[in-house]
């Protein structure tokens, strides 16, 4: 057995583990007894094959545990999350944002809508407070023809007229009431609890603002239910 056929089929380490036939190992005693080379090696790989030993035993040569076993299922959840993150990211961007704007926009329009009516509200009711320059005043005349109705001029401008009637004296405390009506007989307006003035008239206060270019009647009774009228009028409103 030469060292060339030692080395190429690893007859120390077979022969330190006791894997080779009994002839091998015999022939290979033979040789390395004589030979201080092989006889060294043999010692060495005794030494080698010993610690290899005593380090399995010890669980030195096992691999060592992960350091971070969490780490992989963390990273999968995070991973999870941020795909979650992204899709309602998206859905908020593409879907319920815009449709919030626009339920916005619209309920901004709409308060500039209420904010312009009641600004408009405001500015008609400033305009019906304000006292009236020039106060339009119709003398109700029960003594005119059919064909000859009290007429009263009014304008744009005019938000009521001033009828005046002279009626005879009245027991103290007596209540009169006017109803206004259209020609087809419907009741455009009606005013109550008129008193005779110490001018010897009843003056009551008739908004036009509302009443159209026409003739209406207007009857005088006392201010009771189902009281019979008094007398009647003829009146013309007239816009120029």
Same mark, same amino acid.
């Given at each position: ?7 190429? !089929? ?49 669980? /030195? ?15 999968? *959840? ?21 449709? !919030? ?13 209420? !904010?312009?009516?009641?600004?408009? /509200? ?17 003398? *109700?005349?029960?003594?005119?023809? @059919? ?24 027991? @103290?405390?007596?209540?009169?009431? /006017? ?16 008193? !005779? ?9 008739? @908004? ?13 009774? /006392?201010?009771?239910?189902?009281? @019979? ?12």
């Amino acid at each position: 057995m030469t060292h060339a056929d030692i080395e190429n !089929r690893g007859t120390i380490e077979a022969y330190v583990r006791r894997r080779l036939p009994a002839s091998d190992a015999a022939a290979f005693e033979e040789h390395y007894f004589e030979c201080d080379r092989c006889f060294a090696d043999v010692h060495a790989m005794e030494r080698f094959v010993a610690a290899m030993t005593h380090a399995g035993r010890r669980g /030195l040569l096992d691999p060592p545990p992960a350091r971070f076993p969490w780490l992989m299922p963390a990273f999968a *959840l995070v991973t999870a999350l941020s795909l979650v993150l992204a899709a309602g990211l998206a859905f908020l961007t593409f879907v319920r944002l815009p449709e !919030r704007e626009a339920r916005l926009r619209q309920a901004l329009e709409q308060a500039k809508a209420g !904010r312009d009516r009641i600004a408009e /509200l405001d500015q008609r009711s400033a305009l019906d407070s304000a006292p009236q320059a020039n106060v339009p005043v119709a003398i *109700l005349e029960a003594s005119r023809g @059919p064909d000859q109705p009290n007429s009263v001029l009014v304008d744009s401008q005019t938000r009521s007229v001033l009828l005046w009637i002279d009626i005879p004296p009245q027991p @103290p405390g007596v209540k009169f009431g /006017l109803a206004i009506s259209a020609p087809d007989g419907r009741v455009a307006n009606a005013i109550h609890g008129l008193e !005779r003035n110490q001018n010897g008239a009843l003056a009551a206060s008739l @908004p036009v603002a509302q009443l159209a270019d026409g003739s209406y009647r207007v009857r005088l009774s /006392l201010d009771q239910p189902s009281a @019979p009228i008094l007398a009647e009028y003829r009146l013309a409103v007239v816009r120029r």
